[in-house]
């Protein structure tokens, strides 16, 4: 019997994991709940899929074996509550929810309920970040001195933007829709920071939320953070997240497509000389059984799906992992007020 | 039928599209920031033999046209196979405005036309009306140019497989022969599926252009599966990413590829004169065997 998925809001996420949770073998998309008529009146006709506007009949009705929670940030704690306390595998879009209680109240219910729990923080599923983390955590670099994460690019660029990215109520802005990546992408490579020394958020372009997050950090080992992000960068094609990592025995660049590591001398590891190397996304990258825009969005899904199927409650980016960023995006809020 | 020339010019490199190098996706960027540049060697690409270019619809891509236009005994027999959509056009828009706006905002002269074209009243329910209006908006700039092929990217055709919009394929196939008197071409990472999902909904000898390279980069289903089905299935394929961004020496990359049975035609992007003739013996060389 194959696994019945229904997913929360049909914008340019829900529509991306209905394709790749329903191109999966033994899986199909069953229901969708949008509020969106439109859209919805599209996949009922032509898709044939089970259509909904309240997420509570969803759930009671539909008989899901997993949901998946693509809706404004605003909206998750509620949708992701109610489908837990009845029993329904959940996976939500990123950030988990905007407030580090709720996020960790959430966690808890998961574990309480042995519910598989995930969050999309889909870096965490990119070859290159992944073999970073491995070097890191192998000592490749010594003690971890600093770390650097920074992500640019194009959401707003002009003083019009009307969805609801703009709208700090429904959890838009720069800081908990794009820079909530970063974070916890730093958080994987290097683990949470303690505290939060300084922080800046700017207002660029935006009416309500910011378009420009920068932050200091120091952690437990006394090591330092750099946060940087911007999203009304117009001269990147789409999002670019870089993240640069010191530590006493060399440093790491590493981006989605290219990780270059720089060992100091004797430090050779592995297949890593001393001085520059460069590894490709071609050659980390697991490949996918099935490809959208990137392996990292199918991957994420399979890992999703594979957890069910294993009954293994925490996979990667778990609930619990997703709360220690809620916590920094706060202690970040805190930082700047 | 359309012809498709074995060898196929692409236009990753004008664009600032790089698999491998944020860096070199940006110095291409600047290389190629006026379209001068990019029509320079679009004329080297020529002079050498090439006659199709392959080619995203850019915004940029109007410029060349025009270029194209103004000098049209000179390039009477350039071929365009145009590429749609760009797709970050559409979804930074879906960021900016959201999808109802980006829907007005693209199609050709936004809610006017669709209302004189009286395909309101189905707009809602329509997807295939919705598909003609943006294939048209997509297609004004070539106006006047051979166009005998129009590739969907494979963003939207992997879309539309995973929600099993077969349909679709279909629909876009048969309006292009009717409004354009083009042929259908599919972009696509998952092979193999979608040919199971052409033959489904009747699409015949369909072409296809994926990635398909020694190392098995992005080729869903794996090396061996997509060799199963160029042997075995009736297509035109067209293979793109062969050097695979750059992870496989070029030699040893374009020997592979034109060793297996089934593909068609090699689609590749070079800026400068030396590489672009450098694959070009190499594939012909390869072929020759």
Known sequence: MGLRVGIIGTGKMGLSHFSIVNAMPDTAVVAVCDTSRYVLSVLSKYVGVETFTSHEEMIDKANLDALIVATPSSTHFEYARYALERGVHLFVEKPLTLSPSESGSLSKLALERKRVNQVGFHNRFIGTFQEAQR??????????????????GQVVIKEQNRTWRAKRSEGGGCLHDYASHVIDLM?????????????????????DVEDAVSAVFSYENGAAGILETNWSDETYRKMSTTVTVHGTKGKLVVDRQELKVYLREGTAFEGYAEGWNSRYITSLQKPVGFYLRGEEYSAQIEAFLQAIRAGNASPENSFASAYETDRVVDLILKASA | MATIDPILFGDNQFFGVNHMSEEKARQQLMKFKDTAAIVEVLDQAFDMGIRTFMCTTHDRIGEICDHMRAHRERYKDFVYFPCM????????????????????RFSTGGVVSTVLRGAVGTFNRDIYALMKLLVDSEMKRFQGLNTPVIFVQNVVTDLLLGLKLYPVFAEFHSYLKERYDAEAGFITMNLPLLLDALAAVGVENPIVCANINKIGFRMSGGVDAYRDVLQTRKCRAIAMSVLASGAIPPKEAIDWVCGLPGVQSIVFGASSPGNIRQTQELIQRAWAR
């Open chain 1, 187 to 207: 958080n994987f490579l290097v683990g949470p920071p303690k505290q939060v020394q300084g922080a800046s958020l700017q207002t660029i372009f935006s009416q």
């Open chain 1, 135 to 152: 070097l890191i955590r192998a000592g490749a670099l010594g003690t971890v001195s600093n770390i650097h994460g920074s992500a640019f």
């Open chain 2, 85 to 104: 959509p760009y797709a970050h056009k559409y979804a930074n828009s879906v960021s900016q405005v959201g999808v109802m706006e980006t829907i007005q």
